[in-house]
């Protein structure tokens, strides 16, 4: 069990740091400080750049992943290294995204309600779905905060680092949701304005594109470990069961998504400039257009963050990149 019990305050007593340490990790301390004549000689030795990490990685290759993390913890405590936390970040951008859903959403029903001739669309219930997909992914957010998302994962407890996992896998199908019904809110909306028999086909096309694409993603995700526990307990190698290749599955759904986002952008472009539109309604379609862009640059960025968290040993801190 990890705890955060502080032990720099040991370290005057005496130079027992390996006693500090778990039996694992302690040989991996004691040729550095084996000449230190005193508590503040052997810090100086221990908490060397270079020696530093070097114990670490002695830590964790003779140590359990639970005692690594905890040699980790103990020796970034006697070092004085400061540990990380942008929690507060994450919890303040899901919880103004989850605003600015509401809100957004609240103002544009309520602007096209207040019209006597106004017909709620398809293109209105994929909005008001995203919406409310998006809300409880920014509460799952919340909680993961409140579970080490932001923290660096050695200051946490495995109970903590298991909750976080499994809060990050459900948060994974809001997501999914999220993206499909904000996709297809665009294309229905292509829909109402475009009569063009051509088009509204391939339109069609391209809504069951994003439908087949967030169900395959939601399917593989779900079963993405057996047991589905093992998902968010197969950190610590003391678990058994067996996962098929997260990588390629986060790639091919990334790719495949920004695909989609380019296609549903440039899709109407095409319409647009045979239409004989009043400024205003070009204004709107501006507008509409610059949301659409937007959304995929967001998911060219998350791609990036998404190949970080894929490589580090640190997913908690580094997941707050792919979290936002």
């Known amino acids: 069990m990890m705890d955060s019990t502080p032990v720099s305050s040991a370290i005057p007593q005496g130079l027992g740091i390996e006693s500090l340490l778990p039996e694992c990790a302690s040989h991996c301390v004691s040729t550095i400080i084996a000449s230190a004549t005193?508590?503040?000689?052997?810090?100086?030795?221990?908490?060397?750049?270079?020696?530093?990490?070097?114990?670490?990685?002695?830590?964790?290759?003779?140590?359990?992943?639970?005692?690594?993390?905890?040699?980790?913890?103990?020796i970034f405590d006697i070092c004085g290294l400061p540990n990380r936390d942008r929690g507060a970040s994450a919890t303040a951008s899901a919880v103004a995204g989850a605003i600015v859903a509401v809100f957004s959403v609240g103002v544009r029903m309520y602007s096209q309600l207040s019209r006597l001739d106004y017909t709620i669309g398809l293109d209105d219930y994929a909005l008001i779905f995203s919406m409310l997909m998006s809300v409880p992914m920014s509460v799952v957010v919340v909680f993961t905060v409140q579970n080490g998302l932001g923290k660096d994962i050695w200051t946490l407890t495995p109970e903590q680092i298991n909750e976080f996992f499994k809060l990050f896998y459900i948060g994974e199908h809001f997501y999914a949701f999220t993206v499909m019904f904000a996709k297809t809110n665009f294309l229905f909306f292509y829909l109402r304005l475009f009569s063009d028999e051509k088009f509204r086909r391939l339109t069609w096309g391209v809504i069951w594109a994003c439908v087949i694409s967030a169900v395959s993603f939601l399917v593989a995700t779900s079963v993405q470990c057996w047991p589905i526990s093992y998902t968010w307990t197969k950190w610590d190698g003391e678990h058994q069961g067996r996962c098929h290749d997260i990588n390629i599955q986060t790639w091919a759904h990334a790719s495949v998504n920004i695909a989609l986002d380019v296609i549903v952008v440039a899709m109407p472009i095409s319409q647009i400039v045979r239409l004989n539109w009043r400024w205003r309604q070009k204004v709107g379609a501006g507008m509409m257009f610059a949301v659409a862009l937007l959304?995929?640059?967001?998911s060219i960025l998350r791609l990036s963050s998404i190949k970080d968290f894929m490589k580090t040993s640190n997913p908690t801190c580094e997941g707050h990149c792919a979290n936002l």
Not at 51 to 65: D, E, F, P
Not at 295 to 298: D, E, G, H, M
């Open 38 to 74: 005193s508590a503040q000689a052997a810090v100086k030795f221990l908490c060397a750049e270079q020696q530093l990490y070097r114990i670490i990685g002695c830590s964790y290759q003779n140590c359990s992943v639970v005692d690594g993390l905890k040699s980790q913890r103990i």
């Open 295 to 298: 959304i995929t640059f967001v």
